[in-house]
């Protein structure tokens, strides 16, 4: 990755003053999704920080997932495999195979869910997000998919270092880089 990506990165990221009677800041990384050069960044990035695991499909959870991960994917040349969140309202016909997942930085828990046909016994997952703040997607989806998980990439790494070392989290900025 090229300090430019990051550069970029840190410059289109803004946090949101929730307004009086808060002290919670919320992330806006909506900057990332309008800038070319960062789309275009994105996925080379986060599939060079695994390079030695060769992952042969990337996972990634609801939603931010789902644009971050393709890009991943295409960088890698293999496919995808949406992890949806449980309880939206839509029907997937397909069995799947869920996984709760523990309290977030929200205080909520869900589960998430993968096609049960999809990510094979011979696979080598990825799991690819914009966000790990407590790495409770990440060891959701590390035992949903067992031992084919290599690990998750991720744009911002805030977890504590045992919890990314245990989780295999690797990143491209971590919260400091963003801190208000």
């Not at 407590?134 to 035992?143: H, S, V």
């Given at each position: 990755m090229t300090d430019d990506l990051r550069d970029l990165l840190r410059s289109t990221f803004r946090w949101t003053d929730l307004g009086p009677g808060t002290d919670y800041m919320v992330s806006d990384r909506s900057g990332w999704w309008r800038d070319p050069r960062i789309l275009n960044g994105l996925g080379p990035a986060l599939a060079g920080l695994f390079p030695a695991e060769r992952p042969t499909v990337v996972v990634s959870p609801e939603v931010t997932g789902f644009m971050v991960g393709p890009l991943v994917a295409r960088a890698l040349g293999v496919g995808f495999v949406e992890a949806y969140r449980a309880g939206a309202r839509r029907a997937i016909a397909e069995p799947m195979i869920w996984a709760d997942v523990p309290a977030d930085h929200r205080g909520?828990?869900?589960?998430?869910?993968?096609?049960?046909?999809?990510?094979g016994d011979s696979d080598r997952a990825l799991v690819v997000d914009d966000w790990a703040a407590?790495?409770?997607?990440?060891?959701?989806?590390?035992?949903l998919l067992g031992a084919t998980y290599v690990g998750t990439a991720v744009i911002v790494d805030e977890c504590p270092p045992e919890i990314s070392a245990e989780l295999?989290?690797?990143s491209l900025l971590t919260g400091t880089d963003l801190d208000p």
């Open positions: 909520e828990t869900q589960r998430l869910g993968i096609r049960r046909n999809l990510v407590t790495g409770a997607q990440a060891r959701g989806l590390r035992d295999a989290i690797r």
